[in-house]
């Protein structure tokens, strides 16, 4: 493009800064709006960069209205404002980066993706780890056949302590879903984008919220435990197309330092992912177990280093978008592949709330 894309931001709270920060490292944007329902808040953070000229508004309402300019809105904001953002940005045709997760519910997501298809524009999910080089060698691992036919996967990982400080990641309102959506959604976006993102047919759910809902624990103390209304802690059995199960855990809190490494089991080889923080890409080093030659062997890949890990994908991401925005698309992380990481979440929830198995059916429908 001649000129320079044109990008608003929509909620300027904490990871507002990694976009402004990603976006203005290339040569080729501006970032022309900004708005937030903090009175105040959009200014604050625009102010940090020392831009001119940015056009604040009260809510995603505003910027978009008066938005026809615009080449492109990151929707940065809390969970249950994603779909609200994400589809009046589409009936406006101006594509969207939006924050993982999707969406708080399945419902929502499925919202957006009937606006996408109405909509000459295209979203794309934040899934930065999507570029780190050790992430896309586990998807070519999955893929090379060297594993055989996948048929079991455990997945998930967390921490002894990390409930997030900052109350909109656990209030019903604002977060819907917690350790899920904050860090599960991008272990199951691992193993699933890994092997082509298999519809689930069913799942199987828990959840918990023990030490959210303990002052002793929660980050924010008393006050913090009356606000907590989502999981600190969540497992789910789900069977996929293709005869594969997952076996997913994920916490926030828990009185142990991780539920396990990722494992991927196949016919002809096994393939094992340190447990890790995986939102910030940093997996490896991976090891693959196979017979050879009538032998056990065991094959250890060293880390790749991507040197600055989390800025780098993060700089990656906000690239991705801008280039889907010139070609006019396809998405990079295309909704279509995480509405099922979604189905998966939502599943989870409403299987604990039911107390037994529910189909990706009855998920759909919303009738359960
Ligand atoms: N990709 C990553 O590594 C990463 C890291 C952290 C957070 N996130 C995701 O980013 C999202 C935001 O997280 P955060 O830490 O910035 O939360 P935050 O609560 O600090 O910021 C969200 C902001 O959105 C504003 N907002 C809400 N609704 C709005 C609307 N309709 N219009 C304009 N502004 C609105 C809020 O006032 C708030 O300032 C979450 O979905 C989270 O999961 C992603």
Known sequence: MDRKYR????????????????????????????????????????????????????????????????????????????????????????????EKPFADTLAEAKRIMEAEEKSRAFVTLGFQPRFDANMQLVKKICESGTLGKIYYIQTGGGRRRGIPGNESFFRKDTAGIGAMGDIGCYSLDMVLNAIGYPKPVTVSGYTSDYFGKNPQYNPLGKEGAEKFGVDDFAAGFIRLEGDIVLDFRISWAMHLNTPGDTVILGTEGALRIPSTDCWNGSVGPLTIYRDEL?????????????????????????????????????????????????????????????????TFEELISGKY
């Open 294 to 358: 009538g032998q056990r062997v065991q094959t250890v890949i060293p880390k790749i280093d991507t040197g600055e890990e989390w800025h780098k994908l993060f700089e990656m991401k906000i690239r991705s978008f801008l280039d889907a925005i010139e070609t006019g698309g396809p998405a990079p992380v295309p909704t279509s592949q995480i509405f099922y990481n979604q189905a998966i979440i939502d599943g989870i929830y409403r299987s604990a709330e039911l107390g037994r198995e529910i």
């Open 7 to 98: 990008i608003g931001i929509i909620g300027c709270g904490g990871i507002s800064y990694a976009h402004i920060q990603n976006y203005l490292k290339q040569p080729d944007v501006e970032i022309v709006a900004a708005a937030d329902i903090v009175p105040g808040r959009a200014e604050k953070r625009i102010e940090g960069f020392g831009l001119e000229g940015v056009r604040f508004y009260p809510s995603h309402r505003e910027l978009i209205d008066d938005g026809k300019d615009l080449d492109g809105v990151s929707v940065c904001t809390y969970n249950s404002q994603h779909a609200d953002c994400a589809v009046y940005a589409l009936e406006h045709d101006i594509p969207v980066l939006l």
